[in-house]
Structures are given as C-alpha cells and as structure tokens.
Nanobody
Framework: QVQLVESGGGLVQPGGSLKLSCAAS????????MGWYRQAPGKQRETVAT???????NYADSVKGRFTISGDIAENTVYLQMNSLKPEDTAVYYC??????????????WGQGTQVTVSS
C-alpha cells in the first residue's frame, strides 16, 4: 500500500557533497517519523538520521556536524544533505517511514535504496 522512492545517490570525491531525497506515496493517513539508514557490504544496517513529525532529529555520532536531515513530513518527503563525505560513508542508503495507514494500522516501510560511493 505504501511505496518509498529514494534518489540522489552517486559517486563523489572525498570532501564532496550529495543530497538524497525520499518521497512516500500510497494509502497514508499520516507519518509519525522518517529516517535514513545505510548498509555497507558485510556490515549491519545502521541508523544515520531520523526526524519526527514534531521536528525532532537524531544523528549517528559518525555523521554529526556533516549530515543534515530535513523535509516536510506532512508532504511525505525527507532529505539528507551530506557534506564532507568520507570513504567510510560508502553504502547503500535506505529511506524508512513509520506510517499510520488509511486503515489506522501502524507499520514501517522501506525504500529500495540508493548507492553512495565516496572515492578518489
């Protein structure tokens, strides 16, 4: 019932910047929170940043001061501005949404992911 689509990934040099976008669509009543997660080969998926409908944000220690999450939850969109990128930021980045469906059921949904590669 709900689809999330990410965009904005690509290849960037160390120290460069990228901006990821995520849009949710479907039978959505409201969204409580959205977030970005990433997974590198051979590693567990980890939280990068989250934002609630009230505007509260949280960041992984590894990205504080470099990444900024923003967006309009009411419009089912979220962004991740990534600055001062490092090779260790290389991963597939996934968008997640905590959704209250039109049926009033609460559930989590994931996008397909977008590849971010930081390399010289």
């Amino acid at each position: 019932q709900v689809q999330l689509v990410e965009s904005g990934g690509g290849l960037v040099q160390p120290g460069g910047s990228l901006k990821l976008s995520c849009a949710a669509s479907g039978s959505i009543f409201s969204i409580n929170a959205m977030g970005w997660y990433r997974q590198a080969p051979g590693k567990q998926r980890e939280t990068v940043a989250t934002i609630t409908s009230g505007g509260s944000t949280n960041y992984a220690d590894s990205v504080k001061g470099r990444f900024t999450i923003s967006g309009d939850i009411a419009e089912n969109t979220v962004y991740l501005q990534m600055n001062s990128l490092k090779p260790e930021d290389t991963a597939v980045y996934y968008c997640n949404a905590e959704v209250i469906l039109a049926t009033m059921i609460l559930d989590d949904y994931w996008g397909q992911g977008t590849q971010v590669t930081v390399s010289s």
